[in-house]
């Protein structure tokens, strides 16, 4: 992408002898000063895909650590900044979770002390593994770690909060101008995170973090930084782009935050997208061409070191305010990780060479074997051996917890989601496991994140409310249309849980109940058909328990509606599902088995729709034969692009 340079003016600025038009001085130098940005890289540091024991096809830390460093050589004056999600995604992130030697600094951290990062921010997932991890995780960091509206303890407005980390950091660095004299730079960084974290970690964090929202806690925050001399402020912002108009608690706010007059540069993240970029629609206040958010610089990376994004700043002296320099022109750009040179720097290599070699010994380790292959290239079509496996651990978990309890009649289900299905993840972001030994890497292969199991009590009527929720996924398909693009992409696909146990057919002619959030859209819209268990109609009175996650359950209790309570936890012993289906494969001899059709789409006589798949897909056609797949050919990213027959 093209470099796009924007000129900044500034605005009147009221002194107590009125206005006053503030007007940069003619200097005969000025401060190039370039900010570095990476976010969302969920745990992939080395060149390898410990997924699947394989090079990581152009993605990683590792390969993007030589263009960091060039990017900062390309000037005298830059500074490295992690927009958060960094502590989960990988086997390796498992690893050093689980299996670590303790006193290690975790290698994330590692990582980042190596490249010498400036700041960075939390990210939702920061909290996955619970909070004495991730403050054990910090506690070797060379660097500030900030977040303004994460607090342990709500004060009586945002700025009398007591945080979690540092609301803010001011960076001090003696820099060099255009004519190579020296100057002090007091750069301000301040960080938010999504104020959906309370929700989405409500096991970890209930009574102990609160998160406030993004907007309140920066009006509060910005002015206190502000007082404190900046020259300049950054908002490394966890936290998608949508429209500058939102409403409190919104958890897409980094438009909002770009008109905050206090802010000069914003580095967004959370929804894996790249901005600037065609993949952000242009509005009013979002430009996606030169890389502006209401009229502010700003970079959103990608994910997973997929991308480094770059802000570069000219300052020039000021002759009033309360800044020394004002940002007179600014320019944003992606850099996409290069596919020619993989290697990473020489001293990145060697500080993670010991932590990437006893995660490849830990994830080789043989757990069990495999009957069949376990894949999610179709996960989301029909019934899938690897969610069924997923599912049938959770079920023999809970029922022998739930043994000689007074739930232990009641029949039990188990939902099980494609958590490698695709979307921004790219075409090898799919679980695609052989026949055969099943490895240590295969638990993460299989279920990505750290979730706790939980088991709720449901009615006939919950569960057919809680597979809406999963058919969100699809769009409405006409009958009688001809290719009609099937999944849409704004649900993503890690939404779609299916529920061993029960028997069902997805009407696709009919608009979807729930919204990509889980929230009730349209009462009146049904697309579960037929719901039974055993061959029986599931009728709404009916009592079942469904095995699920804990992320999963604080979702359905957010999305209760009014009036509704949430569903009953029955089992929350604080297992996670990862230790569940390991412990599940070591005591079979064999596991997994080619799946039933408990589940389909209805038929739509002369209709058809396009769907894509992973890299290797074709090898597993027979799994979605009733929709006579016929292969289209490659797409430009790499997926395999198929038509379906309904």
Not at 65 to 85: H, P
Not at 556 to 561: E, L, Q, R
């Amino acid at each position: 992408m093209s470099q796009a340079t924007v000129s900044l003016t500034t605005g009147p600025l009221t002194l107590s002898g009125g206005p006053v038009t503030c007007v940069p001085t003619r200097p005969a130098a000025q401060i190039n000063l370039r900010l570095i940005a990476t976010t969302d890289l969920h745990a992939c540091l080395t060149g390898h895909d410990h997924h699947a024991n394989r090079p990581a096809s152009g993605f990683g830390l590792y390969r993007i650590s030589r263009q960091i460093a060039a990017a900062r050589a390309e000037v005298a004056n830059a500074l490295l900044f992690d927009n958060g999600d960094f502590l989960q995604g990988t086997p390796l992130a498992d690893y050093a979770a689980t299996a670590r030697r303790r006193g290690r600094p975790h290698p994330v951290v590692t990582a980042f002390n190596a490249l010498r990062y400036d700041a960075i921010t939390l990210g939702n997932h920061e909290f996955n593994y619970g909070l004495p991890f991730l403050r054990a995780s910090l506690a070797s960091a060379r660097f500030p770690v900030v977040s303004a509206n994460i607090a342990t303890r709500l004060g009586k407005s945002p700025a009398r909060d007591t945080t979690l980390v540092p609301p803010f950091t001011v960076l001090t660095r003696t820099v060099t101008d255009t004519d190579g004299r020296s100057h002090r730079l007091r750069i301000g960084v301040i960080g938010f995170a999504p104020p959906q974290i309370e929700v989405w970690d409500r096991d970890h964090l209930a009574s102990h973090i609160q998160v406030r929202d993004i907007l309140a806690s920066a009006r509060a925050w910005l002015p206190r930084l502000k007082a404190r001399g900046v020259d300049l402020i950054v908002a490394l912002a966890h936290s998608g782009i949508g429209p500058a108009d939102v409403p409190d608690g919104a958890e897409n706010a980094a438009t909002a935050l770009a008109a905050m007059p206090e802010i000069d540069a914003v580095i967004a993240g959370h929804s894996h997208l790249a901005f600037p970029g065609p993949q952000i629609a242009a509005t009013r206040d979002i430009d996606p061409m030169n890389g502006t958010l209401c009229g502010k610089p700003a970079v959103m990376p990608g994910h997973s070191g997929s991308h480094i994004g770059l802000i570069d700043l000219t300052l020039t002296p000021s002759r009033c305010g309360p800044s020394r320099w004002l940002v007179r022109t600014a320019a944003a750009r992606l850099e996409p990780a290069s596919g020619r040179d993989g290697r990473a720097t020489t001293d990145f290599g060697r500080a993670l060479a010991p932590d990437h070699r006893a995660a490849l010994a830990w994830s080789r380790r043989v757990i069990g074997s495999a009957a069949v292959p376990l894949h999610t290239h179709f996960a989301t079509l029909a019934p899938s051996a690897a969610m069924t496996l997923i599912a049938e651990a959770k079920i023999a978990y809970a029922r022998r917890a739930l043994a000689g309890t007074e739930w232990a009649d009641l029949p039990v289900l188990a939902g099980a989601a494609p958590f490698r299905a695709g979307g921004r993840g790219g075409a090898h972001n799919f679980t695609d496991i052989p026949a055969g030994p099943l490895r240590m890497r295969s638990i993460s292969d299989l279920y990505l994140f750290p979730n706790k199991l939980v088991t709720l009590l449901m009615t006939g009527a919950d569960m057919a409310d809680w597979l809406e929720q999963s058919a969100a996924l699809f769009h409405r398909v006409t009958p009688g249309a001809v290719d009609a693009p099937l999944h849409d992409s704004a649900v993503p696909g890690f939404t779609f849980e299916t529920v061993t146990g029960l028997g069902f057919a997805i009407d696709l002619s009919q608009p979807a109940r729930f919204d990509a959030q889980g929230a009730l859209a349209d009462p009146s819209a049904r697309r579960i058909v037929g719901l039974s268990r055993e061959g029986h109609l599931v009728r709404p009175d009916d009592r079942f328990l469904l095995v699920t996650n804990n992320h999963r359950a604080s979702r359905a209790a957010a999305h209760a509606p009014l009036g509704t309570p949430a569903p009953r936890t029955v089992l929350a012993d604080g297992v996670t599902v990862q230790t569940v289906l390991c412990d599940h494969i070591r005591a079979a001899p064999r596991v997994g088995a080619p799946p039933g059709r408990s589940w389909h789409f209805l038929p739509m006589p002369g209709t058809s729709v396009t769907v894509t798949a992973g890299h290797g897909s074709e090898a597993h056609l027979a799994d979605i034969a009733a929709y006579r797949p016929q292969p289209l050919g490659p797409c430009a990213n790499g997926f395999s692009h198929y038509r379906l027959h309904l």
